[in-house]
């Protein structure tokens, strides 16, 4: 048996920066944090030669051009393995439409743990590139890329992404009392509602070729992520939470279906009761949000959003790896060294 956990992440600013769309034309740059909740994933040797998988929801097919699931289905495919095997997936946090790019982090998991499987080294960069392969190229999803590569590289980062199509991954490498101090000044709130990102990213992707509103205010997102970091390295709380406020004012701007009257009056009651700024999590419509307040002050927001549910998200350093590796004895690994190639 083979297990990998990959985490989940929570994204500052500079989101829709990673649309291809946008990216291709202009650059793109995304600061984000991993944080300890994670996907597993495991993989185990079938007896027979069929495929079950198990998320949801369990599939039994086969072969793997059965399967419903199409990222599994793909992921299989590339990696070249039809059945045999059993695989399981459960996460800290359910999946979809929360805003923690779980699917991204799914998908991540399911590479390594598919490459584990076959013998294969490959390295974080290996994971994210081919995961976002995966989601956007092969099963056309609408997504950008920050979510993969957080999940892959984990940690505090600055992701930029270049007009080449090439990504870099830079850790935000500061005073660890300032980023523990914004870490304990953030709160996180379960809306109870979750969404699918597609329709939003779709027309924010379909925005961001022309309208040339949507490309001022991207163009404003990625400015606000360089000086997001500059307020960490100088250690400006306040600083911070002003900058995440503007950036959720101009995240409103890109999509009628990021936010509604209810979002907005929570978001507007904890800053009301003190809280410097914030946002919702993810392409919007639901999910998590996420208040910068500082700490006497997290009581009486608690209180004051007493309908919403809230849940501890604290930051991690740790990327995509594996947890527990137990090849069988009987020959069923495929073993097949690439030389770090997927």
């Not at 989940?8 to 600061?31: A, E, H, I, Q």
């Not at 695989?87 to 790019?101: E, K, M, N, R």
Request: aromatic share 8%; hydrophobic share 35%; proline share 4%.
């Amino acid at each position: 048996m083979i297990i990998g956990k990959a985490p989940l992440r929570m994204s500052f600013l500079g989101g829709g920066t990673d649309l291809p769309s946008y990216y291709r034309k202009f650059g793109g740059l995304v600061v984000s944090t991993s944080i300890d909740k994670y996907v597993f994933v495991a993989i185990n040797p079938k007896f027979d030669e069929r495929l079950r998988v198990s998320y949801s929801v369990t599939e039994n097919v086969n072969h793997s051009g059965e399967l419903k699931h199409p990222l599994v289905k793909t992921a299989l495919e590339l990696k070249n393995i039809r059945g045999g095997v059993e695989i399981t997936s459960i996460a800290d946090i359910p999946s979809g439409g929360t805003g923690l790019g779980s699917s991204s982090s799914f998908t991540v998991c399911l590479l390594q743990v598919l490459s584990a499987y076959n013998g294969e080294f490959c390295t974080p960069q290996d994971f994210a590139e081919t995961a976002s392969h995966i989601e956007i190229n092969l099963c056309g999803e609408p997504i950008g890329k920050q979510d993969q590569y957080a999940a892959a590289f984990g940690g505090l980062n600055m992701i930029e992404f270049h007009q080449d199509d090439s990504v870099q991954v830079t850790p935000v490498v500061c005073n660890q009392e300032y980023l523990h101090k914004f870490e304990r000044q953030t709160l996180c709130f379960y809306t109870g509602r979750t969404r699918s990102a597609s329709d939003i990213l779709q027309e924010q992707s379909a925005r961001s070729r022309d309208d040339q509103i949507v490309i001022d205010s991207l163009n404003a997102l990625k400015n606000l992520a360089r000086d997001f970091v500059k307020s960490l390295y100088a250690g400006d709380m306040q600083a911070m939470g002003s900058i995440l406020h503007e950036g959720w004012i101009l995240k409103r701007g890109l999509s009628a279906n990021i936010t509604d009257t209810a979002i907005d009056r929570h978001y507007e009651t904890a800053r009301n009761e003190g809280a410097y700024g914030g946002k919702l999590l993810g392409a919007g419509g639901g999910g998590f949000l996420m208040v910068q307040a500082p700490e006497e002050r997290h009581d009486a927001i608690v209180r004051a959003l007493s309908g919403l549910r809230p849940v501890s998200l604290p930051f991690s350093t740790e990327g995509s790896r594996i947890i527990f590796y137990h090849p069988p004895k009987n020959g069923y690994l495929k073993g097949k060294p690439t030389n770090g190639q997927m």
